[in-house]
């Protein structure tokens, strides 16, 4: 059973640096889509990242594109949010997620494009 557990999360300071993973097991993702998705308190899930297989397409919600980066080490099978920069309003569970269900491109924003999701990891940005 495929399984996606995300870990790195922490308190932090505004203007910090943090970096989240979410370790994949009990199938090859490699050649699947994944991405990052966040809870801010008292908000909906929204997408932060997402990355394609292999790692050649990647694609950022406007409110973190040039701050966070996604990345993915196939063999490893792990995928990685590198986060700069971090304001107190990047307070939120962050959620690693999987899609088998061939989507691609800016399909990847939306939350019903992935069928795998991990438990999250809590980032608490303070002022």
């Known amino acids: 059973q495929a399984h996606l557990i995300e870990f790195g999360g922490g308190l932090v300071q505004a203007g910090d640096s943090l970096k989240l993973s979410c370790d994949a097991s009990?199938?090859?993702?490699?050649?699947?889509?994944m991405g990052w998705f966040r809870r801010r308190p008292g908000k909906d899930r929204e997408f932060v990242a997402a990355?394609?297989?292999?790692?050649?397409?990647?694609v950022y919600a406007d409110s973190v594109k040039g701050r966070f980066t996604i990345a993915r080490d196939v063999a490893e099978n792990t995928v990685h949010l590198q986060m700069s920069s971090l304001e107190p309003e990047d307070t939120a569970r962050y959620y690693c997620?999987?899609?088998?269900?061939?989507?691609?491109?800016?399909?990847?924003?939306?939350?019903?494009?992935?069928?795998?999701w991990g438990q999250g990891t809590q980032v608490i940005v303070s002022i």
């Open positions: 990355i394609s297989p292999f790692g050649h397409y990647t």
């Open positions: 009990g199938r090859t993702f490699s050649s699947i889509p």
């Open positions: 997620a999987a899609t088998t269900l061939k989507y691609g491109g800016s399909r990847l924003k939306r939350e019903d494009a992935y069928d795998l």
